[in-house]
């Protein structure tokens, strides 16, 4: 079986050290790892996985909302240099976060808004965070779809309603470890959507699925993830994961 990590940190500093992480996760079939930038910081350090797994370590380039601050005029700057000197899969991750801190509201709007078109010029899937304002990032999207428009709703945290909403626009949902928690409606969603909507990510190094919940996430861990969507849909964790790497190939152009 072959899967695709469509959102992974592998920059991060608790995985960068551990070049292992790329290994076990090829071996458990994961052959594409996304990374989404978060800001001109984290750039050098996806760029080098980029360079030396550019077979599976796959970069995108923008700036993640938790990161629109008082610079945020320059950091775009750079996402639009970047995005003309080198292949970039996607715009990502932008959007908008209202959970940590609303004090660049507005100008997480203008941020998101700035980067869609951008990702529209260079015609480039774009990946979105939409933490307590996936409304907000519905309404924006649909404001934006000029029928060329598309990308994922990472780490998907709406209603079914919305949910649908976003299949309607030609976005997929994208579905992690939280799918196997116990607690909160996600289960619901994924019985309820179709397996064409849906791609897989971990977000490593967070949300580590169950049974390692509360542990380092890792690309290795999307099998455990299919494995749980497979169980809700009533389906051979085969399926999910020929639709998906599909979904996913479809998506970035892969």
């Not at 932008?94 to 529209?120: H, N, P, R, S, V």
Request: aromatic share 10%; with cysteine.
């Amino acid at each position: 079986m072959i899967f695709v990590d469509t959102h992974t940190h592998l920059y991060d500093e608790r995985l960068i050290a551990d070049e292992h992480q790329i290994d076990r996760a090829i071996a458990a079939g994961v052959t594409k790892m996304y990374m989404p930038n978060c800001n001109s910081e984290t750039i050098a350090g996806m760029l080098q996985l980029a360079d030396k797994w550019p077979a599976n370590c796959l970069p995108m380039m923008g700036l993640h909302p938790c990161y629109v601050k008082d610079d945020y005029k320059n950091e775009l700057q750079i996402v639009s240099q970047q995005l003309t000197q080198r292949k970039y899969y996607a715009v990502g991750e932008i959007g908008l976060d209202y959970y940590w801190d609303m004090t660049f509201k507005a100008q997480q709007i203008e941020a998101f808004e700035y980067q869609i078109d951008i990702a529209l010029q260079h015609q480039l899937p774009i990946v979105i965070h939409s933490r307590e304002s996936t409304r907000d990032c519905i309404d924006i999207v649909r404001k934006k779809q000029d029928g060329r428009l598309k990308g994922v709703f990472h780490c998907y945290s709406g209603t079914l309603e919305e949910a649908k909403e976003i299949l309607e626009l030609g976005f997929y949902l994208g579905i992690g470890g939280v799918v196997t928690y116990s607690k909160g409606s996600l289960p619901d969603i994924i019985m309820e959507v179709p397996l064409s909507g849906i791609i897989l990510e971990t977000d490593a190094p967070y949300l580590a699925p169950v049974p390692y919940r509360g542990k380092r996430n890792e690309s290795s861990y999307i099998p455990v993830i299919a494995a749980r969507i497979a169980e809700l849909k009533g389906l051979p964790i085969e399926e999910v994961a020929e639709t998906t790497t599909a979904n996913a190939n479809i998506l970035f152009g892969g």
